[in-house]
T-cell receptor, first 113, second 116 residues
């Protein structure tokens, strides 16, 4: 497999700007997950999709965050009106089914100035 | 809500020595249990997982972990570490049912340092 790819690898933005990240999962994987990881912490679950349906959202996902997976393939995560507290590594992962092995991408590092 | 505790933030081990990384979980029932490794600039990689059956599970890179229900623990071990094992290690749990929050809950990680 080609692995999970995320774009961009790094994003620097000013507070108040909107940013969008893209995740391309492994092609036959139905489940796609977004996590956030801050320095010195483990990844925190944000949301996941089964095909194009968003089935679960964490309380961490404020209304400034929106995720889509329109055709059940790639996914985007948008953060509106970014805040300095949004600075983190945003990780995407995919799997074929529930509790099948998760494959993680290398992440998008967001820095909000 | 489930939680994972990794009591050791940093561990330093000499190359060739044995290793044990501790993990305790809090959950209403036996969850699925995982160990992941994260090297700088790389994505998280699954080392091993426990779903049911034999409580001693073997993983990649010579790692193993033992599930102890009575202690709510899932400690990771390796008999002889290599310099390439230096990384961040995360223990994680996931609900068996799949209902509600489906994602993994991770511990805060243990940073493993290998001394020559």
């Amino acid at each position: 497999d080609t692995g999970v790819s995320q774009d961009p690898r790094h994003k620097i933005t000013k507070r108040g700007q909107n940013v969008t990240f893209r995740c391309d999962p492994i092609s036959e994987h139905n489940r796609l997950y977004w996590y956030r990881q801050t320095l010195g912490q483990g990844p925190e679950f944000l949301t996941y999709f089964q095909n194009e349906a968003q089935l679960e959202k964490s309380r961490l996902l404020s209304d400034r965050f929106s995720a889509e997976r329109p055709k059940g393939s790639f996914s985007t995560l948008e953060i509106q009106r970014t805040e300095q507290g949004d600075s983190a590594m945003y990780l995407c992962a995919s799997s074929r089914a529930f509790n099948e092995k998760l494959f993680f991408g290398s992440g998008t590092q967001l820095s909000v100035l | 809500a489930q939680s994972v505790t990794q009591p050791d933030i940093h561990i330093t081990v000499s190359e060739g020595a044995s290793l044990e990384l501790r993990c305790n979980y809090s959950y209403g029932a036996t969850p699925y249990l995982f160990w992941y490794v994260q090297s700088p600039g790389q994505g998280l990689q699954l080392l091993l997982k426990y779903f049911s059956g034999d409580t001693l599970v073997q993983g990649i890179k010579g790692f193993e972990a033992e599930f102890k229900r009575s202690q709510s623990s899932f400690n990771l071990r390796k008999p002889s570490v290599h310099w390439s094992d230096a990384a961040e290690y995360f223990c994680a749990v996931a609900p068996i049912s799949g209902g509600g929050a489906d994602g993994l809950t991770f511990g805060k990680g243990t940073h493993l340092i290998i001394q020559p």
